[in-house]
């Protein structure tokens, strides 16, 4: 079984449009959740974190978590072109001073204009 | 913001060489990783350290890797006789206090192709 999945993609919107992006997680100990944006060619970059089930919110982006379901969600309001990334979800089990967040294969966003 | 150096951005090697990629981590952060990515496929966790030694690694990690920080500053990994699948872009991480609640900060990556 997978430790993060998530659907490939890629996904398209239009400009301006919600993109929604999902990710599970098979390790129900996990406690740290992030999402990464990464270019093409480039090293990843921290996008959100979230810790405690709910949402959280930083501007066009919005994280939702919910442990018990092991899911967790990415909002992107009003899309631009330069949204078009693959986006990362990052899980840490945490604990023990364990901090090795796993990754799951990407969602490639496309924005449209 | 400080940043992971990484070098060089780009290595050519023939298959059975040994590399050695180097990483200079921010200098207050404590823990360093090695994550790896392959062409199309996920970001993978190689090794991590702190302390002066290995605290974790994963199956990736074999007799052909090892890692050092042979002066301080530098951190690097070493691939003794590199394979064809072993081409992947590198990735150097560091995590500041090993605080749940920071960051991991990566390099830039190193481009490793065997040819």
């Known amino acids: 079984q997978k430790e993060v999945e998530q659907n490939s993609g890629p996904l398209s919107v239009p400009e301006g449009a919600i993109a929604s992006l999902n990710c599970t997680y098979s390790d129900r100990v996990s406690q740290s959740f992030f999402w990464y944006r990464q270019y093409s060619g480039k090293s990843p970059e921290l996008i959100m974190s979230i810790y405690s089930n709910g949402d959280k919110e930083d501007g066009r982006f919005t994280a939702q978590l919910n442990k018990a379901s092991q899911y967790v969600s990415l909002l992107i309001r009003d899309s631009q072109p330069s949204d078009s990334a693959t986006y990362l979800c990052?899980?840490?089990?945490?604990?023990?001073?364990?901090?090795?967040?796993?990754f799951g294969r990407g969602t490639s966003l496309i924005v449209h204009p | 913001e400080p940043e992971v150096t990484q070098t060089p951005s780009h290595q050519v090697t023939q298959m059975g060489q040994e590399v050695i990629l180097r990483c200079v981590p921010i200098s207050n952060h404590l823990y360093f990783y090695w994550y790896r990515q392959i062409l199309g496929q996920k970001v993978e966790f190689l090794v991590s350290f702190y302390n002066n030694e290995i605290s974790e690694k994963s199956e990736i990690f074999d007799d052909q890797f090892s890692v050092e920080r042979p002066d301080g500053s530098n951190f690097t990994l070493k691939i003794r006789s590199t394979k064809l699948e072993d081409s992947a872009m590198y990735f150097c991480a560091t995590w500041p206090m090993g605080q749940s609640n920071e960051k991991l900060f990566f390099g830039s990556g190193t481009q490793l192709s065997v040819l």
């Open positions: 990052a899980v840490n089990k945490g604990g023990g001073g364990s901090y090795i967040p796993t």
